[in-house]
């Protein structure tokens, strides 16, 4: 006999690869403002999609929480990692991560603060991973060109990028917009060597936030 041909698995059309993608960004985007726990009808209405779109794509809640976190980690560490690569100030590239982090709605990464969200899934481990290392490098190569004080962690880069970035209560990310650079560069200008201040406590690291969460 001979071999059995594969069955080919269609591939999903444009359209609905579209639509998945609205509702992830109409998700993260949503997930800043109101927390992950925001109406699912209200996702579908931000992402002009029907309801129907939505609950055929992420059934449950927790599968599109995932799937937001996981894009998150995903596009953060490569923002990261171009950062690194095309900016030879280390100082410089530090910043535009921080900045590029703020485009990227690092603050709908609060469910990973949530003791219900399954912060162990193998491929969240790995897209974590790859973030902390690739954020780490911008943090240790600035702290040994003398260009970011020394008494600062990663852990404090992404809490105070994470915060800067939350909009207002009763605002949107698009209200807020116009204060985010703002506000993020001058917590940057507080990070730049050499220090003005001493600072209480000890370095955060991504460890410490984790073990709080």
């Known amino acids: 006999m001979g071999d059995v041909p594969a069955r080919r698995v269609p591939r999903p059309r444009a359209d609905a690869v579209r639509n998945r993608e609205r509702l992830v960004a109409a998700a993260r985007e949503m997930f800043v403002e109101f927390g992950c726990s925001v109406p699912y009808d209200e996702i579908a209405r931000r992402a002009g999609v029907g309801n129907a779109t939505l609950y055929r794509n992420f059934p449950e809640r927790p599968g599109l929480v995932h799937e937001v ?3 998150i980690l995903a ?11 095309e900016e030879s100030d280390t100082f410089a590239a530090l910043s535009r ?18 003791g219900t969200f399954d912060k162990d ?20 190569r ?3 060109a003398g260009r970011l004080r020394p008494d600062v962690g990663v852990g404090d880069l992404m809490v105070g990028v994470s915060q800067l970035t939350r909009p207002l209560p009763g605002t949107g990310c698009e209200d807020f917009a116009p204060f985010v650079h703002r506000h993020l560069q001058l917590f940057l200008d507080g990070l730049e060597a050499p220090a003005r201040s001493e600072l209480p406590g000890s370095a955060a690291t991504l460890g410490d936030l984790r073990r709080d969460a």
């Open 69 to 71: 976190v996981l894009s």
């Open 75 to 85: 596009r953060l560490t490569e923002r990261a990692e171009t950062a690194a690569a």
């Open 97 to 114: 991560f921080a900045h590029a982090a703020a485009e990227e709605r690092v603050g709908a990464l609060c469910p990973m603060l949530d």
């Open 121 to 140: 899934h193998p491929d969240l481990v790995v897209e974590r991973e790859r973030l902390e290392e690739a954020v780490e490098g911008l943090v240790l």
């Open 142 to 144: 600035a702290q040994a």
